[in-house]
């Protein structure tokens, strides 16, 4: 399986994220979603093109294949977290080990928008999945997030997401 490696922004939830979507277990998101956990790339080279993280069709630019190359574009890490993350496992990756880093769980990530279909898709909150977002946004369980995932992408017609496992460095 191959680890993409990215530096995102921190998002803790206020009263009013919580009211809103009724997950009032969540005390801080780690996830790639764009709009809550904003990517700290802002800049691009030629350079990072030998290192965009690709996993079959995907492939995006703040995404890198290599840890040490992307953490020589950051200038500091206030408010920021280095996450690695699998595109589409095909069995549990829970007990994979990535040195300094500890796995948080798998998110559900909208294709085209890469909002989080967890903890950022209004409208879409479900008692079906919402009991079983961790503390971090996550769903801690391969099984039941390929089940939601699965269920999902047939009875949402505006929604395809994509599985990721999501670990974060902890130094």
């Known amino acids: 399986m191959d680890i993409g490696y990215a530096v995102v922004e921190r998002f ?3 009263q009013d994220y919580k009211a809103m979507t009724g997950m009032n277990q969540i005390k801080e998101i780690i996830s790639l979603d764009y709009l809550l956990c904003s990517s700290c790339i ?8 030998q290192y965009i993280y690709r996993s079959g ?5 703040d995404i890198f294949n290599h840890l040490d190359f992307l ?5 500091n890490l ?3 977290q280095i996450l690695a993350v699998i595109r589409e496992p095909i069995k549990a990756i829970n007990d994979m080990k990535i040195p300094n880093f500890i796995f948080y769980g798998y998110d559900l990530i909208e294709d085209y928008t890469r909002r989080s279909v967890l903890t950022n898709c209004y409208g879409l909150y479900d008692p079906f999945f ?4 961790s503390s971090f946004g996550l769903i801690e369980d391969y099984h039941k997030a390929k089940q939601i995932q699965n269920w999902l992408n047939k009875h949402k017609d505006a929604i395809y997401c994509t599985l990721w496992g999501v670990f974060r460095m902890e130094t």
């Open 57 to 61: 069709d995907f492939c995006d630019y």
């Open 71 to 75: 953490l020589s574009k950051i200038d």
């Open 78 to 80: 206030d408010h920021k």
């Open 12 to 14: 803790y939830p206020n």
């Open 130 to 133: 919402s009991k079983d977002i």
């Open 42 to 49: 802002q800049q691009f080279s030629e350079e990072d093109d």
